[in-house]
């Protein structure tokens, strides 16, 4: 079984800074990738961020400049670095694991930012 712990979640003011962090645990296949998700209120849930194995990144456009995705693969814990932060970033942020034939879910973390 694995699961994910979120953190870092929290109020901001527009234009502060955050540092989310996830960390998984049980069995863990070497090769997987690492994503953030976020719902916002009403709409769709939607990727983000995310990194392999590897450490190639990908960014949604609307948090390219402003967020950075990172791993420690040897603590199993992917790290999002968001700055800039606007009212419209404003969402539960979800971190996922991706793994051959299967994939696990974090509980989320709030993340609110206000004008």
């Known amino acids: 079984q694995v699961q994910l712990v979120e953190s870092g979640g929290g109020l901001v003011q527009a234009g502060g800074s955050l540092r989310l962090s996830c960390t998984a645990s049980?069995?863990?296949?070497?090769?997987?990738?690492m994503a953030w998700y976020r719902q916002a209120p009403g709409k769709q849930r939607e990727l983000i961020a995310l990194i392999t194995s590897g450490g190639s990144t990908n960014y949604v456009d609307s948090v390219m400049g402003r967020f950075t995705i990172s791993r420690d693969s040897a603590k199993n814990t992917v790290y999002l670095q968001m700055n800039s932060l606007k009212p419209e970033d404003t969402a539960v942020y979800y971190c996922?694991?991706?793994?051959?034939?299967?994939?696990?879910w974090g509980q989320g973390t709030q993340v609110t930012v206000s004008s």
């Open positions: 996922k694991l991706i793994m051959v034939g299967r994939d696990y």
């Open positions: 049980g069995s863990i296949f070497r090769v997987n990738t």
